[in-house]
């Protein structure tokens, strides 16, 4: 969860609040999104019914189940608010191709992926080593760490797998 805003006061009579945005609040948020509370360390939903940019810092919000001045003020004034973080894992896609021309280790060997075979039954790297070339399984199981900075492949093969 990503903190957003702060709820500082009440805003009319029908359980409105201010908020002031922090600098993290998205400029494209859609407020069909939720916003979240941490009531008792459960993060709460608010669904918001009525949301109203005053400023860059600032917005007027009603929600859908607050519907009253005292249950906006017991429930929500004071508490930060958060929005859901996007994925960061969407950041860490590659191609398998990508890998093509990355250095490789396998224990004390050194080498290069040279090539990728790409089939739904059995994808397979081809690595040389000792300008030998190796079809192995590429296998989450066998790939110990990519380091694409350095553009190294840690692998970690089964005994036999590579017939030096």
């Known amino acids: ?3 957003v805003g702060r709820i500082g006061r009440l805003f009319g009579t029908e ?3 201010m908020i002031s945005l922090y600098a993290s609040f998205p400029d494209d948020f859609q407020f069909e999104e939720p916003l979240f509370v941490y009531i008792d360390e459960l993060a709460v939903p608010l669904y918001c019914s009525k949301f109203e940019r005053r400023g860059q810092a600032g917005a007027i919000v009603t929600f859908d189940d607050i519907n009253t ?3 906006a003020e017991d429930f929500l004034v004071g508490r930060e608010i958060f929005i859901e973080e996007e994925d960061a894992e969407s950041d860490d896609e590659f191609y398998m191709e990508d890998l093509i021309g990355f250095k490789v280790m396998v224990g004390k060997l050194r080498g290069e992926l ?3 075979y790409d089939s739904e039954a059995n994808p397979l790297f081809e690595i040389t080593i ?3 070339s190796h079809l192995i399984p590429a296998q989450e199981e066998f ?3 990519i380091d694409f900075d350095k553009r190294i492949i840690k ?8 017939e030096l």
């Open 1 to 3: 969860m990503l903190a």
């Open 15 to 17: 359980g409105g609040v």
């Open 69 to 71: 001045t005292r249950r």
């Open 114 to 116: 040279t090539d990728y």
């Open 130 to 132: 000792n300008d030998k």
């Open 143 to 145: 790939i110990a760490h």
């Open 155 to 162: 692998f970690v093969l089964p005994e036999g797998l590579l």
